[in-house]
């Protein structure tokens, strides 16, 4: 995790061999209620978001283009495991 004096956030390392690929979808509504509870800093093209609720969890990837946003989720997982990704995916072994 690469940080600079204006950013507050954690950036995401660079993808390490044999990283794990994540499923990335279409954002749905599965969780009724859901809060970022962690996130990568928005100076980059792509900003990532932990996102918890009802004991589950998933992680949102916002890729900011000049002509919008383009987001998508990975499916659900309990909360342990999600963090678990979050980390590997911070340290290059998921993307």
């Not at 962690?38 to 004991?55: D, I, S």
């Not at 309990?78 to 990704?85: F, G, H, L």
Request: net charge positive.
């Amino acid at each position: 995790m690469l940080m600079t004096e204006k950013c507050v956030s954690p950036h995401v390392a660079m993808p390490q061999n044999g990283y794990r690929r994540l499923d990335w979808r279409t954002p749905y509504r599965g969780l009724e209620r859901v809060r970022p509870t962690a996130w990568t800093c928005g100076c980059r093209a792509t900003v990532y978001e932990l996102c918890e609720g009802g004991g589950q969890a998933f992680i949102r990837r916002t890729v900011q283009l000049d002509s919008g946003h383009e987001i998508h989720e990975t499916p659900c997982w309990p909360i342990p495991e999600a963090r678990t990704i979050w980390t590997a995916l911070l340290t290059g072994r998921a993307r």
